[in-house]
């Protein structure tokens, strides 16, 4: 069974660069050829995907985040990382990380019968 884990400061203040690093066990992330990626949901809103790393290393990003977003990993450790800059209030979310079967899954948000979601952590910014 894969598990992953989120972890990172709970709270940023604003203009700085949130830095979060998922851990995943009970499966490597460089095999196969899924999305392993970040996903987040503001308060009273819905999710929203943010980008990912593939299996085999290629990187993608939703658009109007990807000025903002530098996602890589260490393989060494089975972990790979989200850092977005220039944070604002407006950042403030449950942020997730998922191994995501396919791509539309993740552009839709949705969780197929093959992915695996961490439980969330809570990031806020200070305004």
């Known amino acids: 069974q894969v598990q992953l884990q989120e972890s990172g400061p709970g709270l940023v203040n604003s203009s700085q660069t949130l830095s979060l690093t998922c851990t995943v066990f009970?499966?490597?992330?460089?095999?196969?050829?899924?999305?392993w990626s970040w996903i987040r949901q503001p308060p009273g809103k819905g999710l929203e995907w943010i980008g990912y790393i593939r299996s085999g290393g290629s990187i993608g990003y939703k658009p109007s985040l990807k000025s903002r977003t530098s996602i890589s990993r260490d393989t060494s450790k089975n972990q790979f990382t989200l850092q977005l800059s220039s944070v604002t209030p407006e950042d403030t979310a449950v942020y997730y990380c998922a191994r995501v079967g396919s791509f539309q899954n993740l552009i839709t948000t949705t969780k197929g019968g093959d992915d695996y979601w961490g439980q969330g952590t809570q990031v806020t910014v200070s305004s």
């Open positions: 009970g499966g490597s992330i460089t095999t196969n050829s899924y999305y």
